[in-house]
């Protein structure tokens, strides 16, 4: 018997040490069944081969060998089906981990598309359909509720936690805030730094677009922030400011009027042949004036640019020499209290000189005389002079460089008009609206598509429309138009200073309106 019992421990060894081996790779998955999926995968494949193995070894060497045999079989099998078990429950807890939303691979996803350079230079257009291919990226990969509940991280430069939304409407992407609708986003959101919502950032930024689409797609006019304020009067002041008029007008170094090269300046006998300024039209001079749908004042402003050379000016065509360069100094034949004196004169700046000289222009023929402290003297065939504009773009203390100009016009614009909303007015404006785009890009684009040109509406639409007004019409409307100022803007002149000239615009569109246009309640 002891013989027969050896024997069969014999052939049982190997069993016994195949389940020593299964239970010391179930040990081992224990241990690292928080692994990777694909990891446990390759781990269950060896240890079913090995497993496999090993009973296929001992069913075979212990056909015979009785209850023990089946025991071990019985025990193997329970084992089996216990790694089993444990292993696809490892399985479906990798798989939801990696379903589930990684929130810190989004948040650098969004913010890195935020960050991007791409993003910052986008026009709005452009920039609607980036924000929209990329949330439909982001949807498919993380989730929509993870989308829908992400919100910027507090910044020490921005306090506000932002969602999509937030963003969207302070970007004034109309499209995009559609497409955020249409995905079950909330449009009433609350910052919980403040408890604005998407369209109270959108009225603060005066951003038209994002406002109304908010309001078309269901967006709650009447939810309070933290300081109890709604949007339906912010709402209704930023649609009646869509009418207001953006009056502009901009000096240039090359006039849409004139194509003529430049032609020497009169600074004195033997003067150099002037060459054009080789880098395309510049602005010299810009003036801003915002007026409410009925014309009254809402802002202005005048910039005269800097960043000229003397040398360039002097370039300029004909026309530039004969309006930009200084006034004449009256000085022999004026009346008490008219005379200036060199000193004065040379401390006054181009436009003061230049209104002096237009106050004298009807006091009587007077005799001229050029002062030799001139640094753009008068060219010899005129009577008066210029108004000085070369001058004050000489002057430190009136020029301003183009960018800072650029972004105290855009200010003054943005406090009251939104952005996209207000069409841009004045005479011939078309020309000035195309410099715009290439010299004060930001105010071009803050600006409507919508163009008012004074010129046109005079030209193109009253006179082959108004029979009544065929006679002023032909005695020139120039002539009425100015017994129209004098009697009721008598300190407006068209000078061919910005100011001036978006001042006389305004009056043309006064005239106009009150001569020509019947309102009816």
């Known amino acids: ?153 507090k910044l020490r430069r921005n306090k506000n936690k932002h969602r999509l939304v937030h963003l969207a409407a302070a970007q004034n992407l109309g499209d995009y805030i559609a497409y955020l609708a249409d995905a079950g986003f909330d449009l009433n959101v609350q910052r919980p730094s403040d408890g604005l919502t998407p369209l109270h950032v959108a009225l603060w930024y005066k951003k038209s677009m994002a406002a109304d689409q908010l309001k078309n797609s269901g967006a709650d006019l009447t939810m309070k922030n933290n300081y109890g304020e709604d949007c339906s009067a912010k709402y209704e002041a930023l649609v009646n400011s869509y009418s207001n008029l953006i009056f502009l007008d901009l000096e240039t170094t090359q006039s849409s009027w004139t194509s003529n090269p430049a032609t020497p300046s009169a600074a004195g006998a033997g003067a150099a042949k002037a060459t054009t300024v080789s880098d395309g039209s510049r602005i010299l001079e810009a003036a801003v004036i915002v007026t409410d749908k009925d014309l009254n004042e809402l802002g202005r402003g005048q910039w005269v640019i800097s960043g000229f050379t003397k040398e360039e000016l002097e370039a300029l065509p004909h026309f530039h020499q004969r309006n930009f360069r200084d006034p004449v100094c009256q000085e022999e034949g004026s009346t008490e209290g008219e005379t200036q004196t060199a000193e004065e004169t040379q401390n006054q700046t181009g436009s003061e000189a230049a209104a002096a000289a237009q106050a004298g222009a009807g006091a009587g023929p007077k005799t001229k005389r050029r002062h030799t402290n001139y ?147």
Not at 18 to 43: D, G, T, Y
Not at 433 to 459: G, I, N, W
């Open 1 to 153: 018997m002891k013989e027969k019992q050896d024997e069969v421990d014999k052939h049982l060894k190997p069993g016994e040490e195949a389940l020593a081996k299964l239970k010391a790779a179930h040990a081992n998955v224990l241990i690292v069944k928080e692994m990777q999926a694909k990891r446990l995968l390759q781990a269950e494949v060896q240890a079913r081969q090995l497993a496999e193995d090993a009973l296929a070894q001992t069913q075979e060497q212990l056909a015979n060998t009785g209850g023990r045999v089946k025991e071990l079989e019985a025990q193997l099998a329970k084992l089996a089906a216990q790694f089993e078990e444990d292993s696809d429950q490892t399985k479906n807890g990798s798989a939801a981990a990696a379903a589930a939303p990684s929130t810190e691979t989004l948040a650098g996803a969004i913010e890195a598309f935020l960050a991007s350079d791409a993003a910052r230079s986008m026009d709005n257009e452009a920039l609607n359909q980036a924000f929209i291919e990329a949330t439909s990226g982001w949807i498919q990969e993380h989730g929509v509720e993870a989308v829908k509940n992400w919100s910027q991280k």
């Open 375 to 521: 640094m753009f003297p008068p060219l010899e065939e005129q009577k008066w002079g210029g108004n000085g504009l070369f001058s004050d773009v000489m002057d430190p203390s009136q020029a301003k460089p183009l960018e800072q100009a650029q972004k105290e016009i855009l200010a003054l614009i943005a406090n009251h008009c939104a952005e996209g909303a207000c069409a841009l007015a004045g005479c011939s404006v078309r020309n000035d609206r195309k410099l715009l785009r290439f010299q004060m890009p930001k105010v071009y684009a803050h600006l409507s598509h919508r163009v008012v040109d004074c010129s046109t509406v005079l030209e193109g639409m009253i006179e082959p429309w108004c029979s009544h007004a065929r006679y002023e019409l032909s005695i020139r409307y120039a002539v009425v138009l100015e017994r129209f100022k004098r009697k009721n803007h008598p300190n407006v002149s068209y000078t061919h200073r910005a100011l001036d000239d978006c001042e006389s615009a305004i009056v043309m569109m006064k005239w106009m309106r009150e001569r020509f246009f019947a309102f009816r309640d």
